[in-house]
């Protein structure tokens, strides 16, 4: 499985960003997506993640009332609306795949870069 991300960038404070992670492969079960970020000198945190057949989407606290993940299964891929940014958002993102027959996410992208000025 392959899970390629984008739509990081640069962004004043205030303004907004959509990533997108699409993934692809052969015979592959999604049980849930999800988006980690890393910000220099910090552990790699949860932001958000969302139930492929349900649709159950879960957000960190930090983040709650200002990104929204999505997703599109017809095309596999897991989106993540960024809304009033803060500098303290600027991290690499990740997006993270948890197939069907695994108890974590197995499966992981290979970050974009967001950064939020001031």
């Known amino acids: 499985v392959q899970l390629q991300a984008s739509g990081g960038g640069l962004v004043q404070a205030g303004g907004s960003l959509r990533l997108s992670c699409a993934a692809s492969?052969?015979?592959?079960?999604?049980?849930?997506m999800g988006w980690f970020r890393q910000a220099p000198g910090w552990e790699r945190e949860f932001v958000a993640s969302?139930?492929?057949?349900?649709?159950?989407?879960n957000h960190a606290g930090s983040v709650k009332g200002r990104f929204t993940i999505s997703r599109d299964n017809a095309k596999n891929t897991v989106y993540l609306q960024m809304n009033s940014l803060k500098p303290e958002d600027t991290a690499v993102y990740y997006c993270?795949?948890?197939?069907?027959?695994?108890?974590?996410?197995?499966?992981w992208g290979q970050g974009t870069q967001v950064t939020v000025s001031s």
């Open positions: 969302i139930t492929w057949s349900g649709g159950m989407a």
């Open positions: 993270a795949l948890r197939s069907g027959w695994s108890d974590g996410y197995n499966y």
């Open positions: 492969g052969r015979a592959f079960t999604i049980y849930a």
